[in-house]
């Protein structure tokens, strides 16, 4: 007598159609998801921040091994050239974040200004 056995039948999984309200949910959530200047110039100066941090261990590591003063000089003006533009570089996007920002902030009230300045003018 030979045994057979039924390999065990997989779940069948069915998928929900969306919802009209789950679809005006999504472009919500991803509304939600976007970052705020703030967020992502918080996220600039931590990635900066981490950046020098280990730029500056290494060239600390590379100076020592160095074993020559010239060389050791040459290290620390080569590290101390690409972290200022590294820095300078993150001010500048920070700086192009932050008046895009005011700009955004601004731009209702700079409009009702200039209408209620041409109604001056032309009186």
Same mark, same amino acid.
């Given at each position: 007598?030979? %045994?057979?056995?039924a !390999?065990? =039948?997989?779940?069948k999984?069915t998928?929900?159609k969306?919802? $009209?309200?789950?679809a005006?949910a999504?472009?919500k959530a991803a509304a939600?998801?976007?970052k705020t200047p703030?967020?992502?110039?918080?996220g600039?100066?931590?990635e900066?921040?981490?950046t020098n941090?280990? %730029?500056?261990?290494e !060239?600390? =590591?590379a100076v020592m091994k160095?074993?020559?003063?010239?060389? $050791?000089?040459?290290?620390?003006?080569?590290?101390l050239?690409?972290?200022f533009?590294?820095?300078?570089?993150a001010?500048?996007?920070?700086?192009e974040?932050?008046?895009s920002?005011?700009r955004?902030?601004?731009?209702?009230?700079a409009e009702k200004f200039n209408?209620a300045f041409?109604?001056?003018?032309?009186?």
């Open positions: 007598m030979t %045994e057979t056995t !390999a065990p =039948k997989a779940k999984t998928k929900s969306p919802t $009209a309200a789950s005006k999504a472009p939600a998801k976007k703030i967020e992502v110039a918080s600039i100066i931590t900066l921040t981490r941090f280990e %730029e500056s261990v !060239a600390a =590591k160095s074993g020559d003063i010239k060389a $050791a000089i040459e290290l620390q003006n080569e590290f050239r690409t972290a533009k590294r820095n300078i570089d001010a500048r996007e920070i700086n974040i932050t008046v920002a005011m955004e902030a601004v731009a209702p009230y209408d041409e109604k001056l003018r032309a009186a």
